[in-house]
């Protein structure tokens, strides 16, 4: 072998392995959450099971005919949504919350697939997504308007180029006033993008991270209003539209 093509081969043997070194390593260290204060929502009781598996799924013990898949934001532990999710089961809602590939929605975009296939006694479905995980959320529900009857965005729009003009779900976009990361103004332009009756809520004083339990989040303005007070509102509305997609049947 000629020695320039020798080492020509050594480069690209290192690239890989590097590659596959941030691939195993960087996202664990960059996953935020879940806080201690999330936790007690992950054990079961009389009226909610919770599985801890992938996904992490909440199930009333009375049953269930609607259905709320979750992806979580980037790099973002998925019980750090656990609370939310708990508070929606308790309500008669069955929840699953979907860890995602590099725990970047981007690269499980369709991983709804498998929670629809799995529980085929949920009669209507609804979507929601945080940050990267709502505008995946946002792409699933247009690429599935026949299994997908409501769309929940948390601190998100569609990407780009996306147009849910013409969806008829039922759809809401919660966002927060003092969010660094999805500001305002960023919810503003997604509008021509969603469809004209979608339900804005706009949380005074709430920012990025209140969304989950997962703490502080770099780029984000500190919130006015605690994570509790945020939390009640974005499962006020997500119950909103779950309940909806159930009336329309």
């Known amino acids: 072998m000629r020695p320039a093509l020798k080492i020509t081969g050594i480069a690209a043997a290192a690239l890989v392995a590097l590659t596959m070194i941030a691939i195993l390593i960087v996202p664990p260290i960059l996953t935020k959450g879940p806080l201690p204060e999330a936790l007690p929502a992950m054990e079961s009781s009389a009226t909610v099971t919770v599985d801890d598996g992938r996904p992490i799924t909440f199930t009333p013990s009375s049953g269930a005919e609607s259905g709320l898949i979750i992806y979580p934001g980037a790099f973002v532990e998925p019980r750090s949504y656990a609370p939310a999710a708990r508070v929606l089961a308790e309500d008669g809602v069955f929840v699953a919350i979907v860890p995602m590939p590099f725990s970047l929605a981007i690269f499980g975009s369709n991983r709804a697939d498998g929670v629809v296939e799995d529980h085929p006694e949920i009669i209507e479905w609804t979507i929601a997504g945080h940050s990267l995980g709502g ?85 984000d303005n500190p919130a006015t209003i605690t994570r509790e007070e945020q939390q009640r509102i974005v499962i006020d509305a997500t119950a909103d539209v779950v309940h909806s997609v159930a009336e329309r049947g």
């Open 135 to 219: 505008v995946m959320a946002a792409r699933y529900a247009g690429n599935h308007r026949d299994t997908m009857g409501g769309l929940v965005l948390w601190a998100s729009y569609p990407q780009d180029g996306a147009d849910l003009t013409t969806w008829t779900g039922v759809t809401a976009s919660v966002f927060g006033t003092l969010d660094g990361l999805t500001t305002v103004d960023d919810i503003e332009r997604s509008r021509v993008r969603l469809p004209a009756d979608t339900a804005f809520t706009a949380i005074e004083g709430g920012n990025h991270a209140y969304f989950g339990w997962y703490g502080d989040q770099r780029g």
